[in-house]
């Protein structure tokens, strides 16, 4: 492999022996390095072969402008993902690395981003959320930075969104059921719904992992009924709603929706 960019000292663009460019990473390899040099294998900790070319140059943007320290930290939230999740896209490194550079830039301005799904990722993603959560001890103790919870939230929302992207049947089949849900929804309240508004895109973020899960057959763990009842007894037109999408659910997929995801379809239609 010679060098075709040098990134960092840690990073660079490289061009294997079929000429073919990659990203590779890896403690002072590009260090003193130029154009042309060849690139020691043994220096190489991960090496990124991205077909997208939009991707690359994005990676190749983001790994300019991040620090070693952060990058190395990220790689090891990345691992520890995969050794608990799996196999995982690559892509989800980029997602990892940019959404931790700004969190910890946030966080040295002082601001605090909230996390509206917190609750949600948290119910609904168990292990992604208990992989956050294990993020952020390593983030404190390899760079001294104590980050909120909400932060758990979203690195949770990344590892789930790209499951989600690598073993979910096709997109498309994911959304046609989506426009299914909405058309349902839309119906029912009467109007069209406002696109522009938060409530709708955390509507459409909920029902894009809804719609992963009745395709995969996936169930929820089993949550607290008496939160079932209250949200019942609060927004009656909205369970209403969700009653009606469990039951073309059932006519279209076999699948019988819990009371959880009942819940959880009545909570966000609620707020449109």
């Known amino acids: 492999m010679r060098i075709s960019k040098v990134l960092n000292n840690n990073a660079a663009l490289v061009l294997d022996e079929r000429q073919h460019e990659l990203v590779a990473m890896g403690c002072g390899l590009g260090f003193q390095k130029r154009p042309g040099d060849a690139l020691d294998p043994a220096l190489v900790e991960k090496l990124f072969a991205l077909q997208n070319h939009e991707l690359m140059s994005r990676l190749s943007e983001v790994l300019s402008a991040i620090p070693a320290e952060v990058m190395a930290v990220c790689t090891d939230i990345l691992n520890l993902a995969k050794n608990q999740l799996g196999r995982l896209p690559e892509e989800v490194y980029l997602a990892l690395l940019?959404?931790?550079?700004?969190?910890?830039?946030?966080?040295?301005?002082?601001?605090?981003?909230?996390?509206?799904?917190?609750?949600?990722?948290?119910?609904?993603?168990?292990?992604?959320?208990?992989?956050?959560?294990?993020?952020?001890?390593?983030?404190?103790?390899?760079?001294?930075?104590?980050?909120?919870?909400?932060?758990?939230?979203?690195?949770?929302?990344?590892?789930?969104?790209?499951?989600?992207?690598?073993?979910?049947?096709?997109?498309?089949?994911?959304?046609?059921?989506m426009q299914q849900v909405l058309r349902i929804v839309t119906y029912q309240q009467g109007h069209e719904l406002d696109q522009q508004t938060l409530s709708y895109h955390r509507f459409i973020a909920h029902l894009k992992f809804f719609a992963q899960r009745v395709l995969s057959q996936q169930s929820l763990p089993a949550g607290d009924t008496s939160l079932h009842a209250a949200v019942k007894a609060s927004y009656p037109q909205a369970w209403h709603s969700a009653e009606s999408i469990g039951g073309f659910i059932w006519e279209q997929y076999r699948k019988e929706l819990e009371l959880d995801e009942m819940m959880f379809l009545a909570i966000h239609i609620s707020r449109l």
């Open 98 to 177: 940019d959404h931790c550079h700004f969190a910890l830039e946030r966080h040295r301005q002082g601001i605090a981003l909230h996390n509206a799904l917190q609750w949600e990722m948290r119910r609904l993603y168990p292990k992604e959320f208990a992989i956050g959560l294990q993020a952020l001890a390593l983030i404190e103790q390899r760079l001294g930075l104590t980050l909120p919870e909400d932060e758990a939230g979203f690195i949770a929302w990344h590892l789930a969104n790209a499951q989600m992207n690598s073993e979910a049947p096709e997109m498309q089949a994911i959304t046609q059921l």
